[in-house]
T-cell receptor, first 116, second 112 residues
C-alpha cells in the first residue's frame, strides 16, 4: 500500500534559521507529491507540489524536490520567519488503474514553531 | 470565489445525538472528500465521492454516513454520536489537474 513518513516534531527554530522537514514515501505506481500547511485554527492549504521525478516544487520561499531514487520529498526553506509557524503535512496521491478515485495519503504532520 | 465551505464551525453534542455536517464547493470539482484530524494521527479519510451519485468508504467509515446531494454538496452524518468521534472534520474537493485537493476551514466537534 501507499504510505508517507515524515519527521516527528515539534521543530523549534529561531527566525532566519534554515529549515528541513524530511519526508519519505512508499507507493505503488508513480505518485504525485505534495506539501500542505495548516496554520492554527485553519484548514490545510496546498504549499507546493511535484508530479514527476526530479521536479522541484516551490512557493513562498519553500522548496522540495521529488527524488525517485531515494523516495523522498524533503521540505526546505533558507530563512524561516515567525509567520511560518504551522503544521506541515507531506502527502502523495497515486492514480488507480482506470484513472479514477484519486485519494491523498498523508503523513502525520510536523509542528514548526519559529521564535523571534 | 468561496472555494470549499463548511458548516457549522463548532458543535457540541451529547452521546447518542445525531447531526449532519455540511460541505459545499463552487469550483465545479467532481471529487469530494471527508477527513477527520486527531492529534498524532494526521488526517484520515472517512468517505469520498469520486463523482456525483457515487460514494465510497475510506479508512475510518464506521459510525458515519454520507450523501452527495449534487455536484456542489457533500454532507457527513453522524447517526448516534460517540465520544470517540470528537475530532476536527475537514471537507475537501479535488482539482482537475495533478490530484491536488482544496480544503474547507473545518468543523470542530465535541461529543460529551
Amino acid at each position: 500500500g501507499n504510505s508517507v513518513t515524515q519527521m516527528e516534531g515539534p521543530v523549534t527554530l529561531s527566525e532566519e534559521a534554515f529549515l528541513t522537514i524530511n519526508c519519505t514515501y512508499t507507493a505503488t505506481g508513480y505518485p504525485s507529491l505534495f506539501w500542505y500547511v495548516q496554520y492554527p485554527g485553519e484548514g490545510l492549504q496546498l504549499l507546493l507540489k511535484a508530479t514527476k521525478a526530479d521536479d522541484k516544487g516551490s512557493n513562498k520561499g519553500f522548496e522540495a524536490t521529488y527524488r525517485k531514487e531515494t523516495t523522498s520529498f524533503h521540505l526546505e526553506k533558507g530563512s524561516v520567519q515567525v509567520s511560518d509557524s504551522a503544521v506541515y503535512f507531506c502527502a502523495l496521491s497515486v492514480t488507480k488503474s482506470g484513472g479514477s478515485n484519486y485519494k491523498l495519503t498523508f503523513g502525520k504532520g510536523t509542528l514548526l514553531t519559529v521564535n523571534p | 470565489n468561496a472555494g470549499v465551505t463548511q458548516t457549522p464551525k463548532f458543535q457540541v453534542l451529547k452521546t447518542g445525538q445525531s447531526m449532519t455536517l455540511q460541505c459545499a464547493q463552487d469550483m465545479n470539482h467532481n471529487s469530494m472528500y471527508w477527513y477527520r484530524q486527531d492529534p498524532g494521527m494526521g488526517l484520515r479519510l472517512i468517505y469520498y465521492s469520486a463523482s456525483e451519485g457515487t460514494t465510497d468508504k475510506g479508512e475510518v467509515p464506521n459510525g458515519y454516513n454520507v450523501s452527495r446531494l449534487n455536484k456542489r454538496e457533500f454532507s457527513l452524518r453522524l447517526e448516534s454520536a460517540a465520544p470517540s468521534q470528537t475530532s476536527v472534520y475537514f471537507c475537501a474537493s479535488r482539482g482537475l489537474a495533478y490530484n491536488e485537493q482544496f480544503f474547507g476551514p473545518g468543523t470542530r466537534l465535541t461529543v460529551l
